[in-house]
């Protein structure tokens, strides 16, 4: 198994506040926060690991949670909702590349992620498995925004506040705009698991964020 640094720490808010305005002061230089997503796809567009590693298994994941009618069809052909997940998650990425070692070289968060029903409320479970759980677009999309909000909600309101500008001017319909945002916490979420999974198997001391035993929550039902 590949050793993480004795002294690496999960990243805190404010590790992840930092890179944030570090890209937004990026996008201020080069005039727009789409011209650094265009850069940054221009400077990988000839590396295999990135689209294996990253392009593939997100932008996979970003149609899974497209809805589907009877005949499993995608509804949306223009695929608005994936492309804003899509999109978040391309910068989430950019965050954790600079705050996890051997970030997609050594370790592969999206190749490998799913929903751990173990981190999400009670109410969430009930609410992902009405919806279908892995087998519909709505269930999945459910049940990995549930788990970006264990990111989110831990983000500085400077981070909130930035995000949900870049996703204002990336995204033109409104209504696929918190998508972005949901999209950046999935990635969040994703680098955070398989980091914290590896320290605990090296028996490095790490912080998790909610753990839920639903055999012994007080309110256990929804």
């Avoid at 805190?12 to 650094?36: F, L, M, N, P, W």
């Avoid at 295999?48 to 593939?56: D, T």
């Avoid at 173990?118 to 459910?142: A, C, I, W």
């Amino acid at each position: 198994m590949r050793s993480l640094p004795e002294t690496f720490q999960l990243p805190t808010s404010r590790d992840i506040e930092q890179i944030v305005q570090s890209i937004d002061a990026e996008a201020k230089y080069e005039g727009s926060i789409g011209v650094v997503l265009k850069e940054y796809r221009a400077a990988r567009k000839d590396s295999h690991a990135f689209e294996i590693s990253v392009l593939r298994p997100l932008s996979k994941l970003a149609v899974l949670f497209e809805g589907r009618d009877e005949g499993k069809q995608l509804i949306d052909q223009k695929h608005r909702l994936a492309n804003a997940a899509m999109s978040g998650m391309l910068f989430g990425n950019m965050v954790n590349e600079q705050l996890y070692p051997a970030f997609n070289v050594g370790y592969f968060p999206y190749v490998i992620m799913g929903v751990n029903k173990n981190y999400l409320s009670p109410h969430d479970v009930f609410q992902f498995e009405k919806l279908g759980s892995g087998d519909t677009g709505e269930g999945r999309r459910m049940g990995y925004y549930a788990m970006s909000a264990l990111q989110i909600e831990n983000f500085t309101d400077e981070t909130l506040t930035t995000v949900n500008e870049w996703g204002d001017v990336l995204i033109p319909e409104a209504a696929y705009r918190e998508n972005f945002l949901k999209g950046f916490g999935v990635a969040a979420y994703a680098a955070w698991d398989i980091y914290s999974d590896h320290m605990e198997a090296e028996g490095l001391p790490y912080a998790t964020p909610r753990f839920y035993d639903h055999n012994t929550q007080p309110n256990g039902g929804p």
